[in-house]
């Protein structure tokens, strides 16, 4: 059979198919030409990171309605490979048995590690206890509600007109009800009586 004894129907149905085939053909070596790459990148973990540059992030850990933390940062970013979130001008709470905000925190920068599930905050740090106890620090490190939360790096503690002291390093027990300071420290305790 030749071309010229086929009807002009015929011959219009096979140069559409020989188009569609072509435009497959040129679809398929093209995505294999664009990808190749593609395997070699996933195999080195490269392709399932991912970067977030984020303003007003809000994390929190709730377990069984029960909220254990809450932090908030102004600006961030997020990294998946390494699970960690940087975190500028944080504010947040961390809860008490009762879900009542147990202690409060702000500072300038602040990470959040998924893989570790740590908070650490850090340059001009103040952290506020309920029983009205004030803390300033360098750096914060909470590693857990189980856990006891650390504060470095020129402490200062105020508890009303009450309690003033410095330390090196303070140590918060779980619960967020009491505290020790070590290295080098200087306390002073007022009366209240005397005071007045």
Known sequence: MNWKD??????????????????L??????AGVITHNFS???????????????????LTETKNEKKYWEIYGETGS???KTGVAMLNNVVGNFYGENNDVAMSFESTKGTYNANKKQIILYQDTRIAIKDGTMLRADRLVWSGNDKPVVASGNIRITRGHQLMATASKAVINPG?????????TVSR?????EQK
Request: zero cysteines; aromatic letters at 14%; charged letters at 25%.
């Open 176 to 184: 967020y009800k009491d505290f020790k300071i070590t290295g080098k």
């Open 78 to 80: 997020y990294d998946s």
């Open 189 to 193: 305790i007022y009366d209240i009586k």
């Open 25 to 30: 053909l040129w679809a398929f070596i093209s």
């Open 6 to 23: 086929l009807s002009k129907k015929k011959r219009i149905y096979i140069s559409m198919f020989a188009v569609v085939v072509g435009i």
């Open 40 to 58: 070699r990148s996933q195999l080195s973990g490269e392709q399932d990171r991912q970067e977030a540059q984020i303003n007003g992030i809000i």
